[in-house]
């Protein structure tokens, strides 16, 4: 049974940083692709970046720059780490897998595991 637990969300100030954690169990060892997505109440979820042991990754334009996804194998966690978060990267953020032999995407259909999100809250 797939399993993926997000942790490190919390509040900041415009200009601060987080460390987004998500310890995944459960899921083949390389055939994978993990992935980050948000969304804020009445807004579409958004994909931010989404990663493969291969060294694949991508990211959402409007973070490009500013994040950086990772991954610790002997640990079974995914990062996200967020600098000069702006308000506009307000809202819960979730983990997700997919069993995959593709490159990374950041469309949300594509992905089948989720996690309950934590939520990430910038003011100004």
Known sequence: QVQLVESGGGS???????RLSCTHSGLPYDD????WFRQSPGKEREGVA??????????AES????STISKD??????????NNLKPEDTANYYCAAV?????CRLD???????????????SS
Do not use: C, E, I
């Open 12 to 18: 900041v100030t415009t200009g601060g940083s987080l």
């Open 32 to 35: 994978h692709t993990l992935g």
């Open 50 to 59: 989404a990663f493969r042991n291969s060294g694949n990754t991508t990211y």
């Open 63 to 66: 973070v490009k720059g500013r």
């Open 73 to 82: 194998s002997a640990k079974n966690r995914l990062y996200l780490d967020m």
């Open 99 to 103: 069993v995959s032999f593709l490159p």
């Open 108 to 122: 949300g259909d594509y992905y089948y595991y989720w996690g309950q999100g934590t939520q990430v809250t910038v």
